[in-house]
């Protein structure tokens, strides 16, 4: 199935099965603005769960904190955003619609690797067992022609990046011949800067109002409460502080579900540590996201670092971790050595001292910074994307049929346990009550006695749940019941007795997180 129909599919996927809405649908929705759903909800809380643990819990020096979405907007000029915080944005005459000038130069880019990996992957099949990779790239000639491209324009447009300058960044567009999308034409406007944060009011008019920004990241959060932490926590460098919760950013292209939204989630932890060391930490951490992801068991093939040859003028490093998504590798996870410019500005602007006082070299700094940043959506999105699959089966009788499954990890599942009843009748229905009744203390268990038990599994099926279990008369006699697995749809005959143990163990989130 063409990439593009199968992105289609897990948007109208996600809104039958209830796991998200567009915002305000009644009134027609709000750009890039979205609701999540009964499972939604469920399946995002276990990705915080997730990630939370495995920072608080498992780390005795990381800690979380829940800082105000309001703050001061000294904060905001301090951290660089109100100058800096731009997207350079150009708009196609033609088809009315704006881009971000450096995504249409970075697609373009992506197509000229495509051309090289397509190259490769041809050369692959016909040597077969001989092919030696690195020997081709190094010498077929449309390979290194196409590398020099990328390196040409890769330094140009770093060059423009980091100049902020835009007529540059135009001029790459129009030498590259980048065409509009939609219009196809390259009737281009000029390039501008435009200021992401979203703005409000804070005080009534009389008493003197104060325009307060709606925060575009939680780290700040983090920076201004550093010497509270430190303090109250009594927390020796190195140590982390994490946090969760809602960014906002008026972005200009917001095309793609909930890889880019106005209104979004993010997961933060910064890690601060001794100056000098931060390169250390950067490769730790860096090792130790990838590991977080990939023990989710979506194939490590699936995930590649990004490590950015341009970076902001504060960081010392910076690498993304990025999916394959539908529609190409993308970033999810951004990990970031942030030097003191962070702790260093909020000194400056606030006129505190904000340092740490280190015992054992008795002397006092501003500690260095090691970020890692994801988005709670673009998580979500990968593992709908991952999990998402649809299923050939052959019928008795010939004919075939299509099983749409979301094969999600069962810790990450909404619900864990379908609980049916074969007939509602018997005394069948009541003694499924009373499973459920016992083991929804332990995990999300759902009653389901509508429709055929086929099409009670195939929802099953579509909203994730691993596990359906069956009472039928079988179970009055001897209190055994079918119990059906989601991916294999094996099935097999368990005491009620034995359900706990058999499904508690599967859907903890213990093994998960003994795996990173
Ligand atoms: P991009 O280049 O895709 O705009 P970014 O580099 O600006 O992302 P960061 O500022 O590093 O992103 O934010 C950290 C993480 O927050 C990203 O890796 C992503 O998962 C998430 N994120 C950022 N912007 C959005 C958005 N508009 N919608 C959803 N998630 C987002």
Known sequence: MAQDDVFKKLVAHSKEYGYVFPSSEIYDGLSAVYD???????????IKKYWWDSMVLLHDNIVGIDSAIFMHPTIWKASGHV??????????????????????IEEHLAKIEEKISKEVEKARERFGEAFDEMKFRETN?????????????????????????????????????????????????????????FSTEMGSTLEGSNKIYLRPETAQGIFVNFLNVQKTGRMKIPFGIAQIGKAFRNEIVARQFIFRMREFEQMEMQYF????SELEWFAIWKEARMLWHQALGFGAENYRFHDHVKLAHYANAATDIEYRFPFGFKEVEGIHSRT????????????????????????????????????????????????????????????SDTRVVLRLPAFLAPVKLAVMPLVKKDGLPEIAEKIVHNLKFEFNCQYDDKDSIGRRYRRQDAIGTPYCITIDHQTIDDRSVTIRYRDSMKQERVKIEALLDIIKEKVSIVSLLRNI
């Open 36 to 46: 999540y759903g009964q499972y939604g909800v469920e399946l995002k809380n276990n």
């Open 83 to 104: 100058d800096a915080f731009n997207d350079p944005l150009i708009d196609n005459r033609d088809s009315k619609k704006r881009y971000r000038a450096d995504v249409l």
């Open 141 to 197: 000639q449309r390979v290194l022609a196409n590398q020099a491209k990328i390196d040409e324009l890769n330094a140009r447009f770093s060059k423009a990046l980091n100049d902020t300058d835009l007529a540059e960044l135009r001029q790459i567009i129009i030498d590259n011949e980048i065409v509009c999308p939609i219009s196809g034409s390259r009737n281009w406007t000029e390039v501008r800067q435009f200021n992401l944060m």
């Open 273 to 276: 540590v001794q100056p000098g």
């Open 340 to 399: 003191d410019y962070d702790l260093s500005q909020h000194q400056k602007y606030s006129g505190k001292k904000i340092q740490y006082f280190d015992p054992e070299k008795g002397e006092s700094y501003v500690p260095y910074v090691i970020e890692t940043s994801i988005g709670v959506d673009r998580m979500f999105l990968q593992v709908m994307a991952a999990s998402y699959w649809e299923e050939e089966l052959k019928k008795e009788d010939g004919s």
